[in-house]
């Protein structure tokens, strides 16, 4: 436990004093803070569904969420490897999966304040005298984080799978697109068995119809918690299979 | 503290380690000695649980490496040859890391700090970042982050490449500081360096060990025995003089190296240090001294026999026993003069040598000479290409020996 904490600790760290993190938030936020003063405008001073836009609703949340996990993830396992770095991780006394836990949380922790940029609107909007549905935002907040969880969780894997962060993110970005994209695909058959195998992994469904109407589904929530585990348990694996090569 | 019984690990068809055994006893400083490549790294991996053997298995401090991994890991400092560190963070960052990592006290922590800090001479620079610090001083943070646990076991691999020869020597004594309290396993492919530090050597090759005992054993064993060099002038009888040498007590054999000008050369065989009985011999006898040495085979020369392949077949191992017959001197068909690292047997002398004290010769080198006179053969002859002596009745003796 204690070597998971330090390991998520320093992750944590290395990402902050690093440029990537600075710059990524930035992109976000700037991102993120245009458009939702476009959804207020064109929505006619709705902040609920603005608000709603900004965490799940518009094509920018799902596009920073396939892109930014993967920029995150990419480095920690596969540049480790490359610098020996790993090798000196995996000599400490700490287990395998303390390494990648510790990766994924703070990956995790990092995507989770990301989108806790949304409460800067929802603030400035309370200020000026239009409370936001708080119930809706912290729903809408948590699923984002759940989603983000698993992406993380697909870019680890995808990091341990390569000594090449470039190739890490390029590899995880395309099974982020599968997710994304597999129930705009399963739309264009009918035949009922790939629908329903295409709801299994429909992210997009997931997050909006449960989280992002404010509504705490504990079946929705072990969809992301089982599809994050199965990742993780692949990572895990792969790291131990550089033990072997 | 380090036990190892037949450890076998494989890369696809290439075998890295082939039944490797060896023990290493609480506050033993061992060296790994080998070329590259010989699996020193990949023993030292297996150690701290990184590889997985493929056969075979090795405890550290009664723990096995693979079943209790992390107990062996809370027990071992290890350095790898690449020095891990994370370069964005400050030196005194890593170690807390590290500190955190091994869970140690958090108020033990500031004080552990410190002192392995000093012990290894970056006090200094514990508010750098990693990634300025020299190539040297990364080595010595990285020391510093193996030490920080005060482990029982400290393996270092390559502790000293890409230092320069001071801070080769300070590695060198903090090792030697180190050894009080610690056991150590370091590698290394430099000699002088494990010859230095380690009381125990351990010579891989190939993935095989070729040789394990103290380096002045190892020598006398694998190399065969030392000599007393004399030159002097002993006036017309060289052979009663060689007799008067062959006469000292401890002398295993005297060979008679021929004359050099006025003076006479001998090499007086012998297991110890001979010289002030062969020099009290040589005043009783008025012989005006030119040299008089005490000259024993180095473990760099076994080293590269080893290494150069000569003890493939194990033959090397034996004492004394000719892993392959000296070439025939200079006569056999105009064949170059053999070079030879240890000196070739000179006629057998006196009543203590038996013939099997003639020294292992290694793969014979042929001697070349570079000779620069145009009108020497025929002005024709190509001076950039060496050409082969003939020095008949000379023997290999001019060659040996120097």
Redesign the interface.
């Known amino acids: 436990m204690?070597?998971f904490?330090?390991?998520a600790?320093?992750e944590l760290?290395?990402l902050f004093?690093?440029p990537l993190a600075w710059a990524l938030l930035s992109i976000a936020l700037l991102l993120q803070g245009w458009l939702f003063v476009l959804y207020l405008r064109t929505s006619g001073g709705d902040v609920d569904l603005s608000l709603r836009f900004a965490l799940g609703e518009s094509w920018a949340f799902w596009a920073l969420l396939i892109l930014v996990p993967p920029l995150l993830t990419m480095r920690m396992i596969s540049e480790?490897s490359r610098?020996?770095?790993?090798?000196?991780?995996?000599?400490?006394?700490?287990?395998d999966a303390a390494v990648v836990a510790g990766k994924f949380a703070a990956a995790t922790l990092f995507l989770a304040l990301l989108w806790a940029t949304a409460l800067v609107y929802a603030l400035t909007t309370a200020g000026l005298g239009v409370p936001p549905d708080w119930g809706a935002l912290l729903g809408g907040w948590l699923g984002a984080v759940a989603c983000s969880a698993l992406f993380v969780a697909v870019g680890l894997f995808a990091s341990a799978l390569t000594s090449t962060p470039i190739v890490a993110a390029f590899a995880a970005v395309i099974l982020n697109l599968v997710f994304v994209t597999a129930p705009l695909l399963g739309g264009l058959s009918d035949q009922p068995a790939v629908r329903r195998a295409v709801a299994r992994i429909d992210v997009i469904d997931h997050h909006k119809s449960a989280f992002l109407a404010g509504v705490l589904d504990s079946s929705y929530l072990i969809f992301f918690v089982a599809w994050t585990l199965f990742f993780l348990f692949l990572a895990v694996r792969a790291v131990e299979a550089r033990?072997?090569r | 503290m380090i036990s190892v019984s037949h450890l076998t690990r494989t890369f696809g068809s290439l075998r890295a380690l082939d039944d490797v055994s060896f023990e290493v006893a609480r506050g033993e400083v061992v060296g790994f000695l080998g070329p590259n490549g010989a699996g020193k790294t990949t023993a030292m991996?297996i150690l701290?649980?990184?590889?997985?053997a493929t056969a075979g298995s090795a405890r550290v401090a009664g723990f096995d490496v693979l079943t209790q991994s992390?107990e062996v890991?809370?027990r071992?400092g290890?350095l790898?040859?690449?020095?891990?560190?994370?370069r964005?963070?400050r030196v005194s960052?890593m170690l807390e890391?590290?500190a955190?990592?091994?869970?140690l006290p958090r108020r033990e922590r500031a004080a552990r700090i410190a002192r392995v800090l000093e012990q290894v001479g970056l006090a200094d620079r514990r508010r750098d970042l990693v990634g300025n610090l020299s190539r040297g001083l990364r080595q010595r943070a990285g020391l510093a982050v193996a030490l920080l646990p005060d482990p029982e076991v400290l393996i270092l691999d390559e502790p000293t490449s890409g230092l320069d020869p001071i801070q080769r020597l300070e590695v060198r004594a903090l090792i030697q500081a180190l050894r009080a309290e610690h056991t150590v396993l370091l590698s290394s492919h430099i000699l002088p360096e494990i010859e230095a530090v380690c009381p125990r050597v351990i010579i891989v090759d190939q993935g095989r060990i070729r040789a394990d005992g103290t380096p002045d054993e190892l020598v006398t064993r694998l190399a065969g025995a030392s000599h007393v060099r004399l030159e002097a002038l002993v006036g017309p009888d060289a052979e009663g003089a060689r007799r008067a040498l062959g006469a000292l007590r401890g002398v295993r054999a005297v060979h008679d190296r021929g004359r050099l000008g006025i003076h006479h050369a001998f090499d007086v065989v012998c297991d110890e240090d001979l010289r002030e009985d062969v020099g009290a011999l040589a005043a009783a006898r008025r012989w005006a001294l030119r040299e008089l040495s005490w000259r024993r085979p180095t473990l760099e020369q076994l080293f590269a026999r080893i290494a150069l392949g000569a003890g493939d077949d194990g033959t090397l191992l034996e004492p004394g026993g000719s892993a392959r017959t000296p070439a025939a001197p200079s006569a056999a068909a105009g064949a170059p003069v053999a070079l030879s690292l240890a000196p070739a047997a000179g006629p057998p002398s006196g009543p203590a040598a038996p013939p099997a004290s003639a020294p292992v010769s290694s793969p014979q080198a042929a001697r070349v000479v570079y000779n620069l006179n145009p009108f020497d053969r025929g002005a024709t002859r190509s001076l950039s290409v060496p050409k082969a002596v003939e020095e008949p009745g000379a023997g290999p003796d001019g060659a040996a020996g120097r």
């Open positions: 204690s070597g904490l330090a390991i600790r320093r760290a290395g004093v690093g480790e610098t020996g770095l790993l090798e000196f991780l995996l000599t400490a006394p700490v287990s033990r072997w | 991996r701290t649980g990184y590889l997985p992390l890991r809370r071992i290890y790898p040859e690449a020095v891990p560190l994370y964005e963070h960052e890391f590290q955190r990592l091994h869970a």
